[in-house]
């Protein structure tokens, strides 16, 4: 069951896809994940430290509707992949999702052309390269309609592992100002001693994130529970406003005092 089999009433938001990129630890311990500190200029979640990722744009959408039945996905879901897809490239210059002749100086080169061209058709042509969207797997939806904020994304996350992760990456120097890699927990710590900023999603991500093992294991969990659309909701607990999420969607925290929330 994919992340498009939910459909929200009143309001969409904006689609956006964003891709948690797994790589095994030098050390053996705990896997590492990719992050990103976005540019203090980007409207959405300026200055914080997030996944990965961007909006689906027509061209994803284009390229969905000649590719999805090839994954047995509907267009719509296959639009967000191939926006993960083109995101991942385009912000940290991994070849993730395709298949080919891949090696790292055509995935610069191929960076390159994308940045010019704007989609990612015509990349994939250039270079005789296919979508391989086996290679994600969908792991969550989140959308925190507000009707006090007008700009909402309705983002879908996915998994992706890069094995050794013996492959260098570098920031797109528009978006992003830093990338780095670090385990999950290790995210959190940071975030505890000022070192780096987390949304609400981001720091609830970590949290499922930092208990699993393995890329394996967090696989293996986003394939056992369904995806399920969470909206963030304000309730009162003892008299104090927290932001919390569903209890059964495999999240281990699933509240946060208000005051404590970090705005994008």
């Known amino acids: 069951m994919t992340s498009d089999s939910t ?12 891709i948690i990129i797994f790589r095994n630890a030098p050390d053996g311990d705990a896997p ?11 409207t959405f979640a300026g200055g914080m430290a997030v996944f990965p990722g961007g909006r689906v744009d ?28 083109r995101e991942t490239l385009e912000e940290t210059g991994l070849a993730l999702g395709l298949a080919g002749a891949i090696t790292a ?20 042509t250039a ?21 006090n904020i007008t700009r909402v994304y309705d983002t879908r996350f996915y998994l992706a592992n890069l094995g050794t992760g013996a492959v260098d990456v ?6 992003n100002t830093h990338l780095f890699w670090t385990t999950a927990q290790g995210a959190l710590d940071a975030a505890e ?10 720091r609830r991500n970590l949290e499922r994130l930092a208990l699993f093992a393995s890329f394996e294991e967090a696989r293996a969990q986003a394939k056992a529970i369904p995806v399920r659309t969470i909206m963030p909701q304000v309730v009162d607990q003892d008299g104090k406003p927290w932001l919390t999420i569903l209890a059964d969607a495999g999240y281990p ?7 404590n929330v970090a705005r994008g």
């Open 7 to 18: 459909r929200d009433s009143g309001p969409q938001g904006i689609p956006a896809a964003t």
């Open 32 to 42: 590492e994940v990719l992050m990103t500190v976005r540019s203090r200029n980007m």
């Open 58 to 85: 027509p061209a994803d959408y284009a390229l969905a509707e000649q590719t999805a039945a090839e994954f047995g996905l509907t267009p719509d879901e296959a639009a967000h992949q191939i926006a993960a897809v």
């Open 105 to 124: 100086e055509r995935a610069a080169a191929a960076r390159e052309m994308l940045n010019e061209a704007g989609a990612l058709a015509p990349v994939l």
């Open 127 to 147: 270079f005789g390269w296919r979508l391989d969207l086996g290679q994600i797997t969908p792991f969550a939806r989140w959308f925190p309609k507000n009707e």
């Open 170 to 175: 570098s920031i797109d120097h528009a978006e």
């Open 193 to 202: 001693r000022g070192e780096i900023k987390l949304i609400f999603p981001t």
């Open 253 to 259: 925290v699933t509240g946060e005092l208000l005051e």
